[in-house]
């Protein structure tokens, strides 16, 4: 299983970035899908999670509100809308996946199997 984030970059506070990732090696739909944030020097942390029909989404609370995360199964793509950033979002993004079926909360708990290499978003002035 293979996965690679992408649409990182450089915003400014206040201005919006929309993340994909495309997974490959799997049937892309019997999956839930996560995204996460590490900040150096910290433990990489949850962001938000959809189950596999793209219905059930959870999101942490530092980002509720301010992050959409979406998923087109046609095209085997997750994709995390991001509005509203502020300094503290910057991190970089990772997109994960569980080894088997799991519920969005088990995806937050990170009970992950595949990881993708990450993406750098930074938001500075």
């Known amino acids: 299983v293979q996965l690679q984030a992408s649409g990182g970059g450089l915003v400014q506070p206040g201005g919006s970035l929309t993340l994909s990732c495309v997974v490959s090696?799997?049937?892309?739909?019997?999956?839930?899908m996560g995204w996460f944030r590490q900040v150096p020097g910290q433990e990489r942390k949850f962001v938000a999670s959809?189950?596999?029909?793209?219905?059930?989404?959870y999101y942490s609370d530092s980002v509720k509100g301010r992050f959409t995360v979406t998923r087109d199964n046609s095209k085997s793509t997750v994709y995390l809308q991001m509005n509203s950033l502020k300094p503290e979002d910057t991190a970089v993004y990772y997109c994960?996946?569980?080894?088997?079926?799991?519920?969005?909360?088990?995806?937050?708990?990170?009970?992950?199997?595949?990881w993708g290499p990450g993406t750098q978003v930074t938001v500075s002035s």
């Open positions: 090696g799997r049937t892309f739909d019997n999956y839930g």
């Open positions: 959809i189950d596999w029909r793209g219905v059930t989404k």
């Open positions: 994960a996946t569980p080894g088997r079926p799991r519920t969005t909360t088990d995806i937050a708990r990170g009970l992950i199997a595949f």
